[in-house]
């Protein structure tokens, strides 16, 4: 007992030492290696599996070696991904839940965890803007799984004779989504066996939002092919502009359709918590269903996703399988705090606890001043990237969310007019800044083409230890590392 207590004991210094380091500007964002130098093993630290045990010595110097060659997703300058920062109050409540190690599945298991469920899941469908005597939902595995659940539901509610039957007594199927939509929507009709050629993609204005009368034309369309219109999904901050769907208009032509309408709100539902900003996601409360990843712009620890559906009972319906060993209908407590059968897996990992501490540490109004500031970030990189002549914008109107999308202008190219040889070039200056960023370790940031827009680099906001000053700091790394990259000609080749 003694050895295990000093273990843990010398395991929790190396964890805060670790969590210290991710907030201090001077440290690295990461300390890359190929893939093929982790696998051959670096100063003692292999990740080959032994035949014989390793002694606890050994234990710690791979717990410290697996964080020093990983990234520090808490770093004020990593701005990589949607989720990001280290919240020590939602850290905290990732140790107690792994500590408690239960199942989501049954009150019997899990009583306080349980209840921390419904009542969030109470709160955000109240911030969503429904009745009290509406709404049900469940977290779940991060958005994709969210989105997943709700073509389920929607192909469910229209159609219960699926559950059993399956797709063969069904008609063809169609669901629409935007060009700019999470490729979630596409992945759930292949894995529910509705297949992605049915999945209509929707023209989107050039801020990415989704355009009304486009929606429209593709149900019509659809119809007088013989197929049959059931679902539609409008994205409350895309992946990568940030944009918002018009919700209102959209849910007009659900409501004259009579189809499901889903709102994947994964990136954008925290701005709900900002009366400042939740305006964008007007409308969202006439959705079926919603997705919401408070892992996102509300920054708890990975991995807390939650669907939200309007109609309660319809998960139970759709999902229940009445296993004997688990869900006995008569138990000395009420079962309908079983909530295992609502879902589609059946061990589930508490999600819930961190995002419920969280809360109670921050209130409602800390999150909405977190997620004010997040936004005032991404204005503050806007309105410098204005200034600077060796930056262009992707498009010049201030964003909605937390997304600033930009390129990198190198001196070599300043001068050449617009045309596929400019574009061609400046094509190869982000993927060259980033590989040297990575090499470096000081910042991160993600590039990306779309449509035909050439590599961009994606600049996005969540974490609340990132400053103005980062922002600057970010530019001027950038500008740094890109400044003598020169993309030969076509005809040099």
């Known amino acids: 007992t003694g050895k295990k207590e000093s273990f843990f004991q010398e395991l929790v210094n190396i964890l805060l030492s670790y969590v210290c380091k991710s907030f201090r500007r001077s440290s690295k964002v990461l300390d890359f290696h190929h893939p093929h130098q982790l696998r051959e093993g670096l100063e003692g630290f292999s990740l080959e599996l032994p035949d014989q045990p ?16 990983g990234v520090k997703t808490g770093h ?10 280290l919240d020590v109050i939602g850290l905290a409540g990732e140790w107690l839940t792994s500590t408690a190690n239960t199942n989501m599945f049954t009150y019997e298991v899990s009583p306080v965890f349980i209840l921390m469920e419904e009542i969030l899941l109470k709160k955000m469908q109240e911030i969503v803007g429904w009745s009290e005597e509406e709404g049900d939902g469940v977290f779940c595995p991060g958005g994709t799984m969210s989105n997943l659940y709700s073509v389920l539901l929607a192909r469910y509610h229209f159609f219960p004779e699926v559950k059993t039957k399956g797709m063969t007594a069904l008609p063809r199927l169609i669901l629409f989504t935007s060009a700019h939509s999470h490729y979630s929507v596409k992945k759930s009709a292949a894995v529910l066996g509705i297949g992605s050629e049915n999945v209509v993609v929707v023209k989107c204005n050039d801020w990415g ?8 034309s593709s149900i019509l369309t659809a119809k007088d092919q013989g197929c049959v219109p059931f679902y539609v999904n409008a994205t409350a901050g895309t992946t990568v502009y ?3 769907d018009p919700l ?3 849910a007009d032509i659900c409501e004259s359709h009579g189809l499901w309408l889903h709102v994947d709100a994964a990136w954008g539902g925290g701005l709900l918590m900002s009366k400042r900003h939740r305006v964008k996601l007007q409308g969202i409360e006439r959705a079926w269903s919603v997705t919401w990843n408070p892992h996102k712009m509300m920054g708890a620890p990975l991995q807390c996703s939650a669907i939200l559906v309007k109609k309660r009972g319809l998960l139970k319906d759709c999902n229940q399988m009445c296993a004997e060993y688990l869900f006995q209908t008569d138990k000395h407590y009420d079962t309908s705090y079983d909530t295992g059968d609502k879902t589609i897996q059946c061990g589930r990992h508490v999600d819930v606890f961190k995002l419920w501490l969280m809360w109670k540490a921050k209130g409602s109004e800390g999150f909405e001043s977190q997620v004010n500031k997040c936004l005032e970030n991404a204005e503050h990189l806007f309105d410098k990237l204005k200034q600077r002549p060796d930056f262009e914008l992707v498009f010049k109107s201030k964003p909605e969310h937390s997304n600033v999308c930009f390129w990198y202008i190198p001196p070599s190219l300043r001068n050449m007019s617009p045309g596929p040889e400019r574009n061609r070039r400046l094509h190869e200056v982000a993927p060259k800044i980033k590989a040297k960023m990575m090499e470096q370790g000081m910042a991160m940031i993600g590039y990306q083409p779309l449509g ?9 906001f969540s974490n609340p230890a990132t400053q103005t000053e980062d922002v600057d700091y970010l530019l001027e790394e950038i500008a740094s ?9 076509e005809t040099d080749l």
């Not at 390793?54 to 060659?69: F, I, S």
């Not at 590392?481 to 000609?489: E, P, T, V």
């Open 452 to 460: 035909d827009k050439v590599n961009f680099f994606r600049c996005v």
């Open 481 to 489: 590392l890109g400044h003598d990259i020169c993309i030969r000609a």
């Open 242 to 244: 940030g944009a918002f």
């Open 76 to 85: 004020p300058r990593f701005f990589n991904q949607l989720s990001s920062g």
């Open 54 to 69: 390793e002694n606890l010595e050994q234990l710690l110097v791979d717990c410290r070696d697996t964080l020093k060659y």
């Open 209 to 216: 939002k989704m355009i009304p009368a486009e929606l429209e």
């Open 248 to 250: 209102n208009a959209i």
